[in-house]
Every structure is written in structure tokens, then in C-alpha cells.
């Protein structure tokens, strides 16, 4: 694999970055106003590599509401606490559906297809509050030592109105529950959901958080082990096959990575043995993914040859 030296990555991502601000489709999230008030011209692009190196354009320190990408974190932290046992309660089968569908629910009996869509994301919740007197504090600090930042926290504005406007995601976790598959309190659980949706971080942020899935489970930054290897691809073939919701296939075949996206706007792709690509901007498309975020990754991982396939 021929991939470009840092020097050219630069030039590279300023191009990439100029040419996505010209994009004007998209709408940004408005099912809350806390994320319809979201300034929709920003937009951000950062490249961490495995060697350390960082590199961005545009708001790349800004703050924004990372929402479904926390679903990777969530995951992360079910994963290491039950082990195997949590695929006997979530599968990781694509779902095809949007993000928050509840057909294929009733259908599988309460057992979400996979973690990277709502009903699997609350599922995984319902892992936390059982398993941690404080699971909101669990994430927490997990975020923050990925991060290697101490002031990530979660968007209290944000948080509330997730709850106020939140009878799509409540009707997913009643019927799991009706199924026998919420072990929690629903409103414990829907709580803890809501809570992790709302964290805030940049695209620095979320790539130094995330850059260990490029590097075989151990954090490039730190040197720290986060997950076994074996973990880490599992998560990077759940981000291949739903992380994108129902344009994952669509993403596997333009840009061919595994990536996270979130209604925030935010995207994270990861490219094994290389490095992170995190790209934010708020408009959407029609599956909630960010328009521009997708452009911006599709351009470089073209441009830098970063297929897995
Ligand atoms: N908070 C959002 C929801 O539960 C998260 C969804 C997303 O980012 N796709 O609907």
C-alpha cells in the first residue's frame, strides 16, 4: 500500500476541506433544538497517524455533540465487563434500516441487530447500568483517558432535551424490555443513552480516542494497551458492516473503511495499521450522516489509496 508522505497530507486536507465548505445540501439534526441551533457552516477535518502525528483543518477543536459515534464507546466498555455474553442479547447482523427503526425488534424478538443502531446502543446501556453502580462515570473516565483530555464531558442542554423529545428511543427499550431483554429500570437505561449521545468532543478529540482501533487495540499516543487486537478488529468489522447506519454498504463501496457516524455531524473512519480520519460538519443527508463528513473522507481515502479492501 502507497500511501502519501505528512508534508503532502496538509495541502491534501486543506483541498479536500475547501472544496466540502462549497457543499450546501444537507439539513442539520432538528428533532431537538439544542442540535438544530448548530452553527451549519462548521466544519472540521483532522488525520491522526500512527506515528503521532496530527493533523486538521478548519474547527477541528471545536466541541460538538458526538451522539451515535458514542456508541463505539459504550460498546467498547460492554465488551471488556460481560464478554461473549453479550452477543447472546445484541447480533451483529446490518440492519439495513434506519438508525432508529423498530420493525426488525418485534420480528427478532427484542434482540437489536447490532450495537451501532439505537435499539443496540440502548441494549448495550442496559449492560452498563446493570454492571456499574455508575455508568455514566465508567464512560466517563474511559473517554477521558482515551482522550487524554479531562474536560470531555456531556452536554447537559443536549442531554435534557434528548429526554424531553425521546419516545422513539423509550419504545425501543419498552419492547426489549417486553421481550425479557432490559435487565434495568427502561428509564435508568434511556437515561444512561441519552447521557453518552450528549457527550461533546472535536475532531482532535475523537481521533487521539479512537486511534487505538487503527493500531491493533494499543493507543498510539499513550502506548497504552486499550483492547486486545482481537477486540479491536471486532469493533472496526461492526463499524464495516452498521456504522453508517443504512448507507454502510454504500460507504464500504466508495470509501472502504470502517467508520462511526453521528447526527451531530460527526464521522470517524479508521484505517488499520495507518491512522484515523475524523471529519465534522452538520448537515445531513437523508440517513443522518454528515454530507460534507463524508465527502471529506471519501476524497482522502481515495486520495491516499486507504481501502481495507
Ligand atoms: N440521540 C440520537 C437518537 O437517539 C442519536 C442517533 C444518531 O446519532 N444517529 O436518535
Redesign the pocket.
Known amino acids: 500500500q502507497q500511501i502519501n508522505a505528512p508534508d503532502n497530507l496538509e495541502s491534501l486536507l486543506k483541498r479536500v476541506h475547501e472544496q466540502a465548505q462549497k457543499l450546501s445540501e444537507g439539513v442539520v439534526?432538528n428533532?431537538i433544538p439544542a442540535l438544530a441551533e448548530v452553527n451549519p457552516d462548521q466544519c472540521a477535518l483532522t488525520v491522526a497517524t500512527l506515528d503521532g502525528q496530527i493533523t486538521s483543518q478548519g474547527d477541528s477543536q471545536t466541541q460538538f455533540s458526538i451522539?451515535?459515534?458514542s456508541k463505539v464507546f459504550g460498546l467498547m466498555l460492554a465488551m471488556e465487563r460481560v464478554g461473549d455474553d453479550l452477543w447472546q442479547r445484541v447480533q451483529m447482523e446490518p440492519s439495513g434500516q434506519p438508525?432508529?427503526s423498530i420493525v426488525q425488534l418485534e420480528w427478532e424478538k427484542g434482540i437489536p441487530r447490532n450495537p451501532m443502531i439505537?435499539a443496540g446502543?440502548i441494549l448495550v446501556s442496559d449492560v452498563l447500568v446493570s454492571h456499574y453502580s455508575a455508568s455514566k462515570s465508567a464512560v466517563l473516565s474511559m473517554v477521558r483517558n482515551l482522550c487524554g483530555d479531562d474536560h470531555v464531558q456531556a452536554d447537559n442542554r443536549v442531554h435534557q432535551s434528548?429526554l424531553e423529545h425521546?419516545s422513539?428511543?423509550s419504545a425501543l427499550a419498552y419492547l426489549m424490555k417486553s421481550f425479557g431483554n432490559i435487565e434495568a429500570d427502561v428509564t435508568e437505561v434511556l437515561d444512561h443513552?441519552?447521557w453518552q449521545?450528549?457527550l461533546t468532543m472535536s475532531t482532535e478529540g475523537l481521533a487521539r480516542s479512537l486511534a487505538f482501533l487503527a493500531n491493533r487495540g494499543t493507543c498510539p499516543f499513550s502506548g497504552k494497551r486499550i483492547t486486545s487486537h482481537r477486540e479491536a478488529q471486532r469493533i472496526n468489522a461492526l463499524m464495516s458492516t452498521s456504522g453508517m447506519?443504512d448507507q454502510s454498504g454504500h460507504f464500504a463501496f466508495t470509501v472502504g473503511l470502517p467508520a462511526k457516524?453521528?447526527?451531530?455531524g460527526g464521522i470517524v473512519a479508521i484505517v488499520p495499521d495507518y491512522g484515523v480520519i475524523a471529519a465534522w460538519s452538520p448537515p445531513l443527508n437523508s440517513y443522518?450522516n454528515s454530507v460534507r463528513g463524508m465527502e471529506m473522507i471519501r476524497k482522502v481515502a481515495t486520495e491516499l489509496g486507504l481501502s481495507v479492501y
Not at 261 to 264: A, D, K, P, Y
Request: hydrophobic share 25%; glycine share 18%; proline share 0%.
Open positions: 439534526a428533532y451522539q451515535s459515534i438508525f432508529n439505537n446502543a434528548e425521546g422513539r428511543n443513552y441519552f449521545c450528549s447506519y457516524s453521528g447526527v451531530g443522518g
